[in-house]
């Protein structure tokens, strides 16, 4: 599986962005989809799941409220909404891959996508 992660950008505070997470290869339809966070100088963070057959769906808790995780028309991908986004939401986003839930266990990664958001 190859993911492609895009749709970042530079926002004010308050805005809003589309990440998209395309999967390409043959997805396993029992495996999750996560996407992570890691802003400079910090750990990388979990921030949503989705399973990729489902409509079930995970959150950390800094994002609840503000992000959705979804599915769309194109049956490979996977997006995630951002809105009323934060400066402390900049960071190189990540979609991942695998098995495990919520968060997955050794996964295949996406390339990363930059947000920045400007207070």
Known sequence: VQLQA?????????GSLRLSCAASGRPFS?????WFRQAPGKEREFVAAIRWSSSST???DSVKGRFTISRGDARNTRYLQMNNLRPEDTAVYYCAFG???PQVRNPYWGQGTQVTVSS
Do not use: D, E, P, R
């Open 6 to 14: 895009f749709g970042g950008g530079l926002v004010q505070a308050g």
């Open 30 to 34: 029992s495996h999750t989809m996560n």
């Open 58 to 60: 995970y959150y950390a």
């Open 99 to 101: 098995n495990g839930w």
